[in-house]
Every structure is written in C-alpha cells, then in structure tokens.
C-alpha cells in the first residue's frame, strides 16, 4: 500500500491542478465575447477559404514514421542501464535488442525502398 501513495498523491494533485485551472479560467475568463474575439486570427490576416483543406496522406505517414524511429531512440537509454545491470546473466538481452534492431532496419530498408518519404 505505501508504493502505491506516492502515486496516489500524484493522481490527486494533478486533478486538483486540473479543477483549479478550470475554474480560474472560468472566474477570469471573459463573460461577453464580442464576434471579434471569436472570429479566427491567423498572424493579423484574415482567413480565406474553409477549414476543411485536403492534405497529402503522405505528410501523417512521415509523421508517423518520425514517431516510430523517435521511440526507437527513447528506447535505447533504458536498454542501456537495464544492459549495463544484467551483464552476469548472459547474452540474451544482447541478442533481443539486435532482434529490435533488425527488425528496425528491415522496416528503414522497405520504406526507403518503396519512396515512402518523397512527398511529391
């Protein structure tokens, strides 16, 4: 029970924070919004057109890919201080991340192979 408060003060400050945020904004926030302040500001020019453009599906894949790639990269600091702990138990921790990194590699290789990130 006691590893568990830490974790339980946190869930209830953090909602406390959330509560509060909210209410502040509520208090300060303005009670008659005139249609200035609801029209859209983009850089002091006004919008043209609708909301609604048509994007490249191309543009979320190479999102998710930088995704993909980037945890690949956050995984590595934890595999290194697990791997510098473990070295008295043997090779299969080793092993596992050059798995993870072929598997890497090969998914690198058929998105360079099929010209996933050329945009046009």
């Known amino acids: 029970m006691e590893t568990l408060l830490p974790l339980a003060i946190l869930l209830i400050v953090s909602l406390l924070l959330c509560v509060g945020i909210l209410a502040v904004t509520q208090i300060l926030g303005p009670k008659r919004p005139v249609p200035m302040q609801l ?3 983009e850089c ?26 980037d945890v690949e990269a956050a995984f590595f600091l934890p ?29 690198l290789f058929y998105i360079l192979r099929k010209n996933i990130l050329r945009l046009n």
């Open 39 to 41: 029209s859209t500001y």
């Open 44 to 69: 002091g020019v006004k919008p043209e057109g609708g909301s609604h453009v048509p994007f490249k599906s191309s543009f979320y894949l190479v999102a998710v890919l930088f995704l993909l790639f």
């Open 79 to 107: 595999w290194a201080l697990v791997y510098k702990n473990s070295l008295a138990e043997g090779p299969a921790l080793f092993w596992a991340l050059i798995v993870y990194l072929g598997l890497m590699a090969i998914g």
